[in-house]
């Protein structure tokens, strides 16, 4: 499987935007890349997906670099509720549907 | 939008019982779910992949009579913790797949399952 890099911990304040990377460089052709996250003692729920062009749904947007060796996962206005862990997963099209997590990021976020 | 659900969100139990986790998609059927483990400040750790009608597929050091998985309907698998020790304790989690979509991208995770063995 191919690997992804986060930084462990980031901060942000309320209301501001968050920037949230994520290195994939031995990511495939056809390596889908998958933003999930978890908030305290939950499961993780689905953000965003994509695999070449930037993509932009309620929740966020995620930006991939035109080599996509790297992509960047964006919170437009960071509120209290976003403070959780976010992972950053590649998903193969023929992987059988598992997502296998890395370590992720701890987004804290400040009043 | 699709909900999974388990049962129960926390268990204690003594060890050398066996516990029962249930995991059922709500409004979907799920060919295939996935049931996770994860320890205190630790990532979700694949343990191994429920189809329904045949086998589990366990992933790499997972004990297959340790762990028992049964995927019984399209929309329920129960996850068996036997014999368990205080080193089971950990946060159960199973996610699901819709059927009839192979390329479906994205996952439905339940809230999780806490289990304390004393």
């Known amino acids: 499987d191919a690997k992804t890099t986060q930084p462990n911990s980031m901060e942000s304040n309320e209301e501001e935007p968050v920037h949230l990377p994520c290195n994939h460089s031995t990511i495939s052709g056809t390596d889908y890349i998958h933003w999930y996250r978890q908030l305290p003692s939950q499961g993780p729920e689905y953000v965003i997906h994509?695999?070449?062009s930037n993509v932009n749904n309620r929740m966020a947007s995620l930006a991939i670099a035109e080599d996509r060796k790297s992509s960047t996962l964006i919170l437009h206005r960071a509120t209290l509720r976003d403070a959780a862990v976010y992972y950053c997963i590649l998903r193969g099209y023929n992987q059988g549907g598992k997502l296998i997590f890395g370590q992720g990021t701890e987004l804290s976020v400040k009043p | 939008g699709a909900v999974v659900s388990q049962h129960p969100s926390w268990v204690i139990c003594k060890s050398g019982t066996s516990v029962k986790i249930e995991c059922r998609s709500l409004?979907?059927?799920?060919?295939?779910m996935f049931w996770y483990r994860q320890f205190p400040k630790q990532s979700l750790m694949l343990m191994a992949t429920?189809?329904?009608?045949?086998?589990?597929?366990?992933e790499q050091g997972v004990e297959k009579d340790k762990f028992l998985i049964n995927h019984a309907s399209l929309t329920l698998s129960t996850l068996t913790v036997t014999s368990a020790h205080p080193e089971d304790s950990s946060f159960y989690i199973c996610s699901a797949r819709p059927t009839g979509d192979p390329g479906a991208n994205v996952l439905t995770f339940g809230a999780g399952s806490r289990l304390t063995v004393l």
């Open positions: 429920s189809n329904e009608g045949s086998k589990a597929t366990y």
């Open positions: 409004d979907f059927q799920a060919t295939t």
């Open positions: 994509g695999l070449t």
